[in-house]
């Protein structure tokens, strides 16, 4: 089933470059020489697209955008990569994935791209240095970066490309983004239930709390680390993020301070001394 | 033969693909992550090639794809035809030689980045990853710097 979705992925990514004329490599290379822009309408209008959809996708919870593969950042490596890859690209007119429908449309030219890219990855690859691995930063995304919201960030995008290209009806769907609110598909969790998952040393349990170091100095949960940001309590355990519900308050109150004690509430109960 | 598609309405095609590999898949689309997963299986193990050797089949179905999809479209709209493109002023063995020459610094750039325009700047981008943006900036920055110099080449 998988391979039938990527078979038809396929096809139909193929279809749109080819019906775009990208399979053309002078008309690629026309961008270069600003006589012909359609390598960059047609990419940033499906960054757009997809952002956007992504986003609101997520924003429904049609989807869950956590479990999208987002690509790693290994900033030094793809700066040099990038740079790289720019000369190739004005040199050959075709990117990977162009030069394959160019091939396919009887394009010798395609082929012969299609050929140094193997050359190239193949060589590369075996010329594997610790270089490639340096300046890793994992799934790191723009809002991450820039410590803003991911509408905000996403709107901004939008609007950019909605002055850019003067349409008024994407500056609304700009402003419509940028306030849309979160993307990720929150879970919340019962203070009793963190308290079982930390009893029972649930593998990969992971408590960030972002209060303040002096309200955390305060009270805090067993096994909690401090990251000081936004206040939450969020929990990462069997690869999903939580959100504690009602945070610290909720916590003293059920847990540790609780009027119906289970035998979960009681591994805490020494906690009370300490006046959390 | 028959016009090329408007850009947008191209662009906006592409992005809803794009968007249902997120949707269906989970992933972006890619390029050549298919290559690699090739050269993986005929180079001896390394750490980079150890990534592709334990990826699955996906990427090369989905190039598979690609050049099936690219050849209906281009039946379809009546531009299925031999030959090889290049500027007014090259010759063919010059054009063949420089499309194996921006290949392979296309190949060893997209090893380093670990993706190409695809799967990196494309989908990375649609995810914001700050790479990807990284790796969009570095490459049409050289792209459009270095343009004079391959004047001879497309003009």
New interface residues.
């Given amino acids: 089933m998988?391979?039938i979705?990527?078979?038809?992925?396929?096809?139909?990514?193929?279809?749109?470059?080819?019906?775009?004329?990208l399979?053309?490599?002078?008309k690629l290379?026309?961008?270069?020489?600003f006589t012909d822009?359609?390598v960059m309408?047609?990419?940033?209008?499906?960054?757009?697209?997809?952002?956007t959809?992504?986003f609101w996708?997520g924003r429904i919870g049609?989807?869950d955008l956590r479990?999208?593969?987002?690509?790693?950042?290994?900033?030094l490596?793809?700066?040099?990569?990038?740079?790289?890859?720019?000369?190739?690209?004005?040199?050959?007119?075709?990117?990977?994935?162009?030069?394959?429908?160019?091939?396919?449309?009887?394009?010798?030219?395609?082929v012969?791209?299609?050929?140094?890219?193997?050359?190239?990855?193949?060589?590369?690859?075996?010329a594997?240095s610790p270089?490639?691995?340096t300046t890793a930063?994992g799934?790191?995304?723009?809002?991450?970066?820039l410590h803003m919201p991911?509408a905000v960030?996403?709107g901004a995008i939008v609007l950019a490309f909605a002055v850019a290209l003067r349409e008024p009806i994407l500056i609304a769907v700009a402003l419509v983004t940028a306030l849309g609110g979160s993307p990720y598909r929150t879970h919340t969790v019962e203070p009793r239930e963190l308290a079982a998952w930390i009893v029972e040393k649930k593998p990969g349990l992971r408590i960030v709390d972002s209060r303040t170091a002096a309200e955390f100095a305060l009270a805090r949960i067993p096994r909690s680390e401090n990251r000081p940001g936004d206040g939450a309590i969020t929990v990462r355990a069997a690869g999903r993020d939580y959100v504690l519900r009602g945070g610290i308050e909720a916590w003293t109150n059920e847990v540790v301070k609780t009027q119906h004690p289970t035998p979960t509430t009681m591994y805490f109960a020494p906690l009370r001394r300490r006046g959390c | 033969m028959k016009p090329?598609?408007n850009?947008?309405a191209?662009?906006?095609?592409?992005?809803?693909?794009?968007?249902?590999?997120?949707?269906?898949?989970?992933?972006?689309?890619g390029?050549?992550g298919a290559?690699?997963w090739?050269?993986?299986r005929?180079?001896?193990t390394?750490?980079?090639?150890e990534r592709y050797l334990a990826a699955?089949?996906?990427?090369v179905?989905?190039?598979?794809?690609?050049?099936?999809?690219?050849?209906?479209?281009?039946a379809l709209?009546g531009?299925?035809?031999?030959?090889?493109?290049?500027?007014p002023r090259v010759t063919?063995k010059t054009?063949?030689?420089?499309?194996?020459?921006?290949?392979?610094?296309?190949?060893?750039?997209?090893?380093?980045?670990?993706?190409?325009?695809?799967?990196?700047?494309?989908?990375?981008?649609?995810?914001?990853?700050?790479?990807?943006?990284?790796?969009?900036?570095?490459?049409?920055?050289?792209?459009?710097a270095?343009?004079p110099l391959?004047?001879w080449?497309?003009?």
């Fill in positions: 998988a391979l979705i990527a078979l038809a992925i396929g096809i139909a990514f193929g279809f749109t470059l080819e019906r775009a004329g399979g053309s490599a002078p290379a026309g961008q270069f020489y822009f359609t309408k047609v990419m940033f209008t499906a960054i757009v697209v997809a952002m959809g992504a996708l049609a989807i479990s999208v593969f987002v690509p790693e950042t290994f900033l490596p793809q700066l040099a990569g990038g740079a790289i890859f720019g000369a190739g690209f004005l040199i050959a007119g075709l990117c990977p994935g162009t030069s394959c429908v160019a091939a396919a449309s009887g394009r010798g030219d395609g012969a791209v299609m050929a140094g890219m193997f050359a190239g990855i193949l060589g590369a690859g075996l594997f270089f490639f691995a930063f799934a790191w995304t723009v809002p991450q970066l991911y960030v996403a | 090329y598609s850009p947008y191209a662009g906006t095609a592409l992005g809803l693909v794009l968007l249902a590999s997120f949707a269906f898949a989970g992933r972006g689309l390029a050549s290559f690699a090739v050269a993986a005929v180079a001896p390394n750490p980079y090639f699955d089949t996906w990427l179905v989905e190039i598979a794809g690609v050049i099936i999809g690219g050849f209906l479209s281009a709209a531009r299925l035809r031999p030959g090889i493109d290049r500027g063919v054009r063949l030689v420089s499309a194996f020459a921006g290949g392979a610094a296309m190949g060893i750039g997209a090893a380093l980045a670990r993706g190409c325009t695809s799967g990196l700047a494309l989908s990375g981008g649609a995810l914001l990853s700050v790479g990807s943006w990284v790796f969009i900036c570095a490459a049409f920055a050289i792209g459009f270095f343009a391959m004047r080449a497309w003009r």
